[in-house]
């Protein structure tokens, strides 16, 4: 399949001559004359919750920096959030480091068991079965986000971990009003919740979906957050906690062990780095996905002077090369840490030259042209924040359970919600995962090893202008940050980058996924005319972004219009 698309790339070049890309890169107005301020002094979150901003904040006022308010942040998303993330799922983070001046991406993904078996996922007769795959504790990976907490608490934060979670845990034991979103979500899967005692003493108190309006209490994640904030990392991958999760599971058919949990470890990578116009993208290598095909789209459109094109144009060079980066997001990508990926090549100016000599300035090319794949739902589960604080240390986050309210199963005497992560890796090879992508090889589940994610946590870092910037949404999270990063990099501001219209094309289905008003119909029918096809879709994402101009040395924090209790603030 790679040597076939290889063989597209160089035929095209050869039909189309080395001459047919359009343009060069649009120069970065200088602004050398203007003082840049060196430290924003005040400090800016978004988030897809408002308590959950407030928890940051809480816990910059009591002296934290960045990382201290992004565990305050996250561990409060478990508790308000849990349809999108939570401590029985994982996250991935590209953070800015003010002191050294550097960037690193933390990895609190989780892992397979190590008796993981892709039969389990398979019905008798062979076919996918996803029931296993999605609900129940077999779906569930190993958590990475109590780990990751306790790491950020240790390595980058100013306060005690069990001062950064506090206001998760007060808000689980007092209770909080849940919002319409959770509780619809909820609605959803009461017949899945029945199925676990656990599960429905959580989320089905009394027998029934909580009523809006009504107190919603947590104690038994806020007893976990205690042993959490008490031991750190040890208090949920050993003793009580580790007990209990192994116990639940294993009555409930899955297959931890004691020796899963207490293996886990959180990672460490150097994050991607691509320069687009003059703006240095840092975001998210493998296992994420979503960063490769960032920088290879970026890669691809830094050929063209955008700019000067019209609307459809732009739209139509856009979509061609998210088209080609989906492609190769199937083949090559997997866990680093047991695949060779080959980023080198996927990464190389040359390797999108030649992708863009593929690309007909006024004609869709078939994704049959390039090679197979499949379709999606982008949902409403995993979440992202973003914040800067006062120094100018920076984290983009995004955490997930995966699909809505991850596994729906719950670890009796833990509150603990497990994620259904391990439908991210490709269980069966060339079946379509609950967002239609499909894997090889390199993303077959083995024992301990990360599955494939989509979060694209991402900084954008131009001569002036910063931005910390992410989204949920499956596969789509890879099209929104794109969106995002070029609408901060043409100038836009904060809301701006949020409010932006969406469309999204991930190679197969061959349909180019838009918005309402993400093209107007003078924009449909040029695209159309080039042989684009469209899925109109209701609104998708929870973008979260904060920029700090060095300017003006202002804030602007902005949560995705498409919700309402998302909550961007600066202070
Ligand atoms: N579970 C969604 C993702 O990681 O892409």
């Excluded at 990976?141 to 780990?147: D, K, M, Q």
């Amino acid at each position: 399949m790679r040597l076939a698309l290889r063989w597209q790339v160089l035929l095209w070049s050869f039909l189309l001559g080395a001459g047919s890309a359009i343009a060069a890169d649009k120069p970065i107005p200088s602004t050398q004359a203007v003082q840049l301020a060196q430290r924003p002094g005040h400090a800016g979150i978004a988030s897809a919750n408002t308590l959950a901003t407030q928890a940051g904040f809480e816990v910059l006022a009591k002296g934290g920096n960045a990382f201290d308010a992004a565990v305050a942040v996250a561990s409060t998303l478990s508790v308000v959030e849990p349809e999108s993330s939570g401590i029985g799922g994982g996250f991935m983070a590209t953070m800015y480091v003010a002191a050294g001046k550097r960037t690193v991406f933390v990895d609190a993904r989780e892992t397979a068991p190590a008796a993981v078996n892709s039969k389990d996922y398979l019905n008798p007769d062979g076919s996918p079965n996803r029931d296993t795959a999605l609900k129940g504790p077999l779906s569930a990976g190993i958590p990475g986000e109590p780990a990751g907490l306790a790491w950020l608490a240790k390595h980058y934060g100013k306060l005690p971990l069990n001062v950064s979670l506090a206001p998760a845990i007060r808000i689980a034991s007092d209770g909080f009003k849940p919002d319409g979103r959770l509780l619809g979500s909820i609605k959803e899967e009461q017949n899945n919740f029945a199925r676990w005692p656990a599960s429905a003493e959580k989320f089905l108190p009394g027998g029934k979906v909580p009523a809006a309006g009504e107190i919603w209490r947590d104690p038994g994640q806020a007893h976990t957050l205690e042993l959490l904030a008490k031991y750190g990392e040890a208090g949920f991958y050993s003793g009580e906690t580790a007990q209990k999760l192994v116990e639940a599971v294993r009555a409930a058919g899955g297959n931890w062990t004691l020796k899963d949990l207490a293996s886990y470890r959180v990672k460490e990578r150097a994050p991607l780095t691509v320069d687009y116009r003059g703006y240095q993208v840092i975001t998210a290598p493998p296992p994420s996905s979503g960063g490769v095909a960032i920088a290879e789209i970026l890669n691809i459109l830094s050929g063209f002077d955008l700019a000067k094109l019209d609307e459809a144009h732009r739209d139509h060079l856009v979509i061609e090369a998210m088209r080609r980066a989906f492609r190769d997001h199937n083949d090559y990508l997997g866990d680093p840490d047991f695949v060779k990926v080959p980023l080198n090549m996927l990464l190389s100016p040359y390797y999108a030259d030649g992708l863009r000599q593929t690309i007909l300035p006024d004609k869709a090319t078939p994704s049959s042209m390039l090679a197979p794949s499949n379709g999606q739902d982008p949902g409403m589960h995993t979440t992202h924040f973003s914040i800067i604080d006062a120094d100018g240390n920076m984290v983009a986050m995004t955490c997930t359970v995966n699909y809505t309210l991850g596994s729906t199963f719950v670890a009796a005497g833990t509150g603990v919600l497990l994620n259904d992560e391990m439908d991210d890796f490709a269980l069966v090879p060339n079946k379509p995962n609950v967002y239609g992508l499909l894997g090889s090889k390199a993303n077959a589940p083995e024992p301990g090893k990360r599955m494939l994610s989509s979060m694209s946590p991402s900084i954008v870092i131009g001569a002036d202008r910063t931005a910390v910037i992410g989204s949920p949404g499956g596969s789509t999270i890879i099209t929104q940050v794109l969106e995002g990063i070029l609408a901060v990099i043409d100038g836009g501001d904060a809301h701006q980058a949020v409010g932006k219209k969406r469309f999204h094309h991930q190679f197969m289905p061959d349909v180019v996924m838009v918005e309402p008003g993400a093209f107007d119909a003078a924009t449909t029918n040029a695209l159309t005319q080039m042989g684009h096809t469209f899925k109109q879709r209701e609104p998708w994402g929870f973008m979260n972004v904060v920029i700090w101009d060095r300017r003006s040395n202002k804030l602007d924090a902005a949560s995705d219009p498409r919700r309402e209790d998302g909550l961007g603030k600066v202070q």
